[in-house]
């Protein structure tokens, strides 16, 4: 069956501007999670949700990054005035329910310039 | 703080050696530990977990370990391929009703035929 997508698999953009990143989670799949990875690290942890609400942003480094879900499938991380510092791949997973085996996506890949 | 440390970063053998790699983790509230594959530009895919009441895990070639006591996990793979080339991550889970993964990261294997 079909895994978790991600769009854009590449995103360019200038210090400054807004970008918004989609994850199409596995279909059935209650949990979802955004984790960001820099060079060289592992994936750190941004936000989990359980059906259309947030019940983790712990992880959000700041108030320019905010995620939604609307309809509990679907969802969109959203960057405004982007920084360079912003630069890294924004990885998506999702497990049918919050326990289990998270599935990944091939993530976005986000260049600030 | 919670952190995972992996050890070595990067290993090169050649083919046919068998390896352990080495996660050790600092909460002892661990829920699980999952290790997860990744190759160049793609995204996670998962290996082995290991639930919190578990000792190991085995499959095929791989057998990963679980010692809470000591906040150390291994990853066991046996006669290397070249296509086990790839950075290998550990992530601790954390219970709380889903599955907060943090990461080490990675270790970065090449195996030469």
């Known amino acids: 069956g079909a895994g978790v997508s991600q769009t854009p698999s590449n995103k360019v953009t200038e210090k400054g501007k807004y970008v918004e990143l989609r994850c199409d989670p596995i279909?059935?799949?209650?949990?979802l999670y955004w984790y960001r990875q820099s060079l060289g690290q592992g994936p750190e942890f941004l936000i989990y949700?359980?059906?259309?609400?947030?019940?983790?942003d712990s992880g959000l480094p700041n108030d320019r990054f905010f995620a939604v879900r609307p309809e509990g499938s679907v969802s969109t991380l959203k960057i405004q005035r982007t920084e360079r510092g912003d630069s890294a791949v924004y990885l998506c997973?999702?497990?049918?329910?919050?326990?289990?085996?998270?599935?990944f996506g091939p993530g976005t890949r986000l260049l600030v310039l | 703080k919670q952190e995972v440390t992996q050890i070595p970063a990067a290993l090169s053998v050649p083919e046919g050696e068998n390896l352990v790699l080495n996660c050790s983790f600092t909460d002892s509230a661990i829920y699980n530990l999952q290790w997860f594959r990744q190759d160049p530009g793609k995204g996670l895919t998962s290996l082995l977990l290991i639930q919190s009441s578990q000792r190991e895990q085995t499959s095929g070639r791989l057998n990963a370990s679980l010692d809470k006591s000591s906040g150390r996990s291994t990853l066991y793979i046996a006669a290397s391929q070249p296509g086990d080339s790839a950075t290998y991550l550990c992530a601790e889970g954390f219970s709380g009703g889903y599955n907060k993964l943090i990461f080490g990261a990675g270790t970065r294997l090449a195996v030469h035929p």
């Open positions: 949700f359980q059906g259309t609400g947030a019940a983790d």
């Open positions: 279909s059935g799949h209650t949990a």
């Open positions: 997973a999702s497990s049918r329910v919050p326990q289990e085996t998270q599935y």
